[in-house]
């Protein structure tokens, strides 16, 4: 699941969804608004978020309105500073003195 969210975050486009839909839930059309782009391009940014878990999506008779996910972001996030993070208490902006 990881990489499927890693993957959604690398495009800008889908980060600045995210950032739009963490002011709050927001309708296919209205995102679509946001962007200069077609409209399948925006439909196959949203599906990858979708398929990430990144957002939620619900059907609002034949609108669709998409919400942050904010725990798998937050997952992600946890994930990300796991690898950054160091086991044996060695402060990594330090050089080694020899």
């Known amino acids: 699941m990881q990489n499927a969210v890693f993957k959604a975050l690398s495009h800008p486009a889908r980060r600045q969804i995210l950032a739009l839909l963490r002011k709050g839930p927001m309708l296919a059309g209205d995102l679509a608004a946001e ?31 998409y919400r942050i996910n904010t725990s798998v972001v937050e997952d992600a996030a946890t994930a990300l500073l796991g690898l950054l993070r160091r086991d044996n208490g060695d402060d990594p902006l330090q050089e080694t003195a020899e």
């Open 35 to 65: 962007f200069d782009a077609s409209w399948p391009t925006m439909s196959r940014h949203l599906a990858v978020l979708k398929e990430a878990e990144l957002v939620t999506a619900e059907r609002q008779g034949n609108q669709i309105l």
